[in-house]
């Protein structure tokens, strides 16, 4: 069974660009969720997604936004770029359940000049 | 507010065991997971707690005491491929898939 995958891997962007980063869930996955990691933050919770509905939400300002489309597979943006927003964002699935694990994909580097 | 304390760096020697603790205080509570991270990859989900007790698994055991708001993962028979971080996650009474991560452990092993 193939893992999350998350396109791109790699990506550079000056400030004031938006930017989409795409995630692509382990198959039978509908629930996809993303988080951004930092060395000083650690992993902090953006949202997640379920059946093409936003189920929850974090912290973060309305620049950060996401979707998720009817084959379960979800996109976020980000707007108007800042210094800070970079960091790797990563993407994680699972299937439903209550005590059922997240499995991450290797995530998307985003810097920002 | 929403906390959750792991020490940051820890040391061992390969062949011993070592035991990393998690303190946490949330807004509810419905489960614990650690996480391990190796450098530059993604992390991979090693164990899951809801009640209280041992929770075994081959190298890793997982501890948690919810009355005392904490957790701790053992390791046992340390490999070199063991030297990775450790994350001590909770899923709070928003529910569904918002975790809640520490900091994280950088576990450094020795030969």
């Known amino acids: 069974k193939a893992g999350v995958t998350q396109t791109p891997r790699y990506l550079i962007k000056t400030r004031g660009q938006q930017v989409t980063l795409s995630c692509s869930p382990i198959?039978?996955?509908?629930?996809v969720s993303w988080y951004q990691q930092t060395p000083g933050q650690g992993l902090q919770f953006l949202f997640e997604?379920?059946?093409?509905?936003?189920?929850n939400k974090g912290n973060f300002p309305g620049r950060f936004s996401g979707r998720q489309f009817s084959n379960s597979r979800s996109e976020m943006n980000v707007s108007t770029l800042e210094l800070g927003d970079s960091a790797l964002y990563l993407c994680a699935s699972s299937p439903e359940g209550q005590n059922q694990p997240q499995h991450f994909g290797d995530g998307t580097r985003l810097s920002i000049l | 507010g929403q906390n959750i304390d792991q020490p940051t760096e820890m040391t061992a020697t390969e062949g011993a065991i070592v035991q990393i603790n998690c303190t946490y205080q949330?807004?509810?509570?419905?489960?614990l997971f650690w996480y391990q991270q190796h450098a530059g990859e993604a992390p991979t989900f090693l164990s899951y707690?809801?009640?209280?007790g041992l929770e075994e698994k081959g190298r890793f055991s997982s501890f948690l005491s919810r009355s005392k708001g904490y957790s701790y993962l053992l390791l046992k028979e340390l490999q070199m491929k063991d030297s990775a971080s450790y994350l001590c996650?909770?899923?709070?009474?928003?529910?569904?898939?918002?975790?809640?991560f520490g900091a994280g452990t950088r576990l450094a092993v020795h030969p």
């Open positions: 707690n809801v009640l209280d």
């Open positions: 997604y379920f059946s093409e509905t936003q189920r």
């Open positions: 949330t807004s509810g509570f419905n489960g």
């Open positions: 996650a909770v899923r709070g009474s928003g529910g569904y898939n918002k975790l809640i």
């Open positions: 198959s039978g996955h509908r629930s």
